[in-house]
């Protein structure tokens, strides 16, 4: 009797903790349903004028990057329906629409984090509300450890490839049944970033000069959980696997950005350099990452600036034969 108790007791065990993963799937899958997203996409198109094409989110200590708006509507995240909220120190947590030289562009002051406790499908949700808004272009930006021997704080690197560390174990924002209004089960991921874009921002930081936001590198990010930094053997796997820089951010917004056909241009504020060894005195810390982010506010207005006109410039692209799920909401609210 004493065994079949233990037996069931363990049953017990597994299916409570298969609840507690399917309820976090449910809720990961709730936030990026597009009945919820519409409402919230509803909410903020009758709340401004702007029709933005452009959408910015801003990093650890970058929500600065917002200044370079005018004539700007202010949407806290609490009053956004289904919307979460950042808790992070060094990210606001309100959406911003507003102009700059007549561009129009939506600016996402604080992201949301695993560590934080979202499902990673909350995390990425207000990627689908701009998706519904009629956002084709996201400048995706985060402060990141450099693993790069070559790295400094202060420097910039253009992401060209990502590890999704999380994904390994299974754990993805789009895990979960597929709306096909928003994309296709299954897609590629090799030109995850855009490479007119890197192209772009070479030539922009080249001609800024002494003015540009420190050393320009370019390289892969990668993506752990959080919220301690990571540990010197998990540093060193990760500098044999390629890893050029680390952060707890960015991909689970750029996975969903890719997947509803959104062109991507993303970049890494380098604010620390990595400790590769056990007994070294250096400890990173979140206090570093905001300094040297405060430090670099200006060059990297001036350079997101300009990437704004040069992407506004070069226009609309066709991606990979998604819908326009925009369009529904835009019909209403366009007027």
Do not use: W
Not at 101 to 110: A, F, K, S
Not at 209 to 232: I, K, R
């Amino acid at each position: 009797m004493e065994a079949f108790t233990q037996k069931q007791n363990g049953g017990g065990l597994k299916k409570k903790l298969k609840d507690i993963q399917f309820q976090g799937d449910e809720e990961s899958n709730k936030s990026l349903s597009y009945e919820r997203v519409s409402v919230s996409a509803e909410y903020l198109l009758k709340g401004t004028k702007h029709r933005p094409k452009i959408a910015i989110i801003c990093g650890s200590g970058l929500a600065g990057l917002a200044d370079l708006l005018e004539d700007a509507d202010i949407f806290p995240y609490e009053q956004i329906p289904h919307f979460p909220v950042s808790t992070v120190h060094g990210h606001k947590s309100r959406m911003l629409f507003g102009l700059y030289q007549n561009i129009e562009v939506l600016v996402m002051q604080g992201r949301f984090h695993a560590y934080e406790g979202y499902p990673l499908g909350q995390c990425a949700m207000p990627v689908r509300v701009m998706k519904l808004i009629g956002i084709e272009n996201l400048i995706v930006t985060n402060a990141a450890g450099g693993l790069n021997p070559s790295f400094r704080a202060g420097d910039v690197m253009l992401v060209k490839d990502h590890i999704n560390m999380p994904g390994f174990t299974g754990m993805h924002p789009l895990r979960g049944p597929n709306d096909g209004r928003f994309g296709g089960r299954f897609f590629a991921l090799n030109d995850c970033y855009d490479k007119e874009y890197r192209i772009m921002a070479k030539k922009i930081h080249k001609n800024m000069e002494e003015n540009s936001p420190g050393a320009l590198h370019e390289g892969v990010y990668a993506m752990l959980g959080g919220p301690n930094f990571e540990t010197v053997a998990e540093l060193r796997m990760l500098k044999v696997c390629g890893v050029d820089a680390v952060g707890m951010s960015t991909i689970p917004e750029v996975l969903v950005a890719r997947h509803c056909g959104i062109s991507v241009f993303a970049f890494s504020l380098i604010t620390n350099e990595c400790i590769l060894e056990e007994d070294a005195d250096e400890m990173a810390n979140h206090e570093e990452v905001i300094a040297t982010a405060n430090h670099r506010q200006e060059q990297l207005r001036a350079f997101v600036a300009k990437m704004i006109i040069g992407i506004n410039e070069k226009g609309s692209k066709k991606t990979n034969g998604t819908i326009n799920g925009c369009a529904k909401v835009m019909a209403e609210y366009s007027q």
